[in-house]
């Protein structure tokens, strides 16, 4: 798995130094913070339990052209889900919240398309390092249960509005889906975060 989001951002790293090439373009730094909705799922269902939390965090976009950029970001994200099930030493069973928060990192192509090209649509591959989980009832640590680390794909579309020449307020919405295992030592099916959010940041033209 990791072979491939190598392969991945390599073509895309590649594909930007084409560009880079051809095209000196503008660079853009970002702000935001958003609401995040997560939960996981597996082949064999969708939790419908969905954890409401927060992520914020800041972004880097390179353009090469009018149309195409190269955007990574580096994210604090809260995942997790609600009203899980956690078997308890004394084989007990329990109902409660997991909270997984992830330091993730996109790394996407973006299209700006509209007359202005103020609007944007991005993807590409990401990839969460675990900061910390437990579960909500009893506060058990949960990290030794959980990869540290997680894969998957990021997709997102917004539009920037311009509060002057050099700055522009975002409004995105940013959708991730894992495409790796999160629990560890798992002999069943695969257990893969999923979460969207809504965005509102603040854009600064460096040039």
């Known amino acids: 798995m990791k072979k491939i989001f190598t392969t991945i951002i390599i073509v895309l790293g590649a594909y930007a130094a084409t560009f880079a090439q051809q095209t000196k373009g503008d660079v853009e730094l970002g702000i935001n913070a958003g609401y995040n909705s997560s939960t996981v799922t597996n082949n064999n269902y ?5 954890r409401s939390s927060f ?15 190269i955007k990574g970001k580096l994210i604090y994200d ?4 609600n009203d ?8 007990v ?17 973006n ?6 090209r103020n609007w944007y649509l991005n993807f590409g591959p990401y990839v969460g390092f675990l900061t910390d989980a437990k579960e909500t009832t009893g506060g058990t640590d949960l990290k030794p249960y959980i990869n540290s680390t997680d894969f998957g794909l ?37 257990v893969r975060n999923a979460r969207g959010s809504l965005n509102v940041g603040f854009n600064f033209a460096l040039k």
């Open 46 to 50: 969708t939790n419908s339990s969905y």
């Open 55 to 69: 992520n914020f965090g800041v972004a880097a976009d390179f353009y090469f052209s009018n149309r195409w950029s």
């Open 78 to 81: 809260q995942k997790g889900w």
């Open 84 to 91: 899980g099930l956690v078997i308890e030493k004394n084989g």
């Open 93 to 109: 069973g329990i109902i409660s919240n997991y909270h997984l928060n992830y330091l993730t990192v996109p790394v996407m192509a």
């Open 111 to 116: 299209w700006h398309f509209g007359k202005t």
């Open 154 to 190: 990021a997709l997102g579309i917004g539009v920037k509005i311009p509060l002057s020449d050099k700055i522009k307020l975002a409004l995105e919405y940013d959708g991730q889906a894992g495409i790796s295992d999160i629990a560890k030592g798992n002999t069943g099916s695969d």
